[in-house]
Structures are given as structure tokens and as C-alpha cells.
């Protein structure tokens, strides 16, 4: 398993949440659209959703061993 050091896995997490944020801020902007148009509205910015899940959980899990 590749080790990825604690600030570079914050920096990807700011990322992704920064990306989170525009396109949820491109949502508002426009509102929601309906049907297979809504799907391709929301599809946008979920890989960032799962890759700020992600590197969240690591460095939570991180954060906890450090204190053991």
C-alpha cells in the first residue's frame, strides 16, 4: 500500500472540497434541472465528493493513531 504524507493528503482534501463547493454553488446558480439532465448536474461533482470522503477518512484514521 503507497503511504501518502498527512499534507498532501489535506491539500487533496481542500481540493476536492473546493470542488464541492463550485459545483454546488453552480447548482444554486442555475437551479436544479429535472430528469436525465438532473443525473448529469449532480454526476459532475461526485468524484469529488467520494475522493473528499476518502481522503477525510484517512486523515481522521491518521489523526487517531498518532494519539495511540
Request: hydrophobic share 55%; aromatic share 20%; glycine share 8%.
Amino acid at each position: 500500500m503507497i503511504k501518502i504524507n498527512y499534507k498532501i493528503q489535506f491539500v487533496l482534501f481542500v481540493i476536492c472540497l473546493f470542488f464541492i463547493g463550485l459545483g454546488i454553488f453552480e447548482t444554486l446558480d442555475q437551479g436544479l434541472k429535472t430528469g436525465i439532465d438532473l443525473f448529469w448536474q449532480i454526476s459532475h461533482f461526485v468524484p469529488f465528493v467520494m475522493g473528499a470522503i476518502i481522503f477525510g477518512a484517512n486523515i481522521f484514521t491518521k489523526r487517531i493513531e498518532k494519539f495511540r
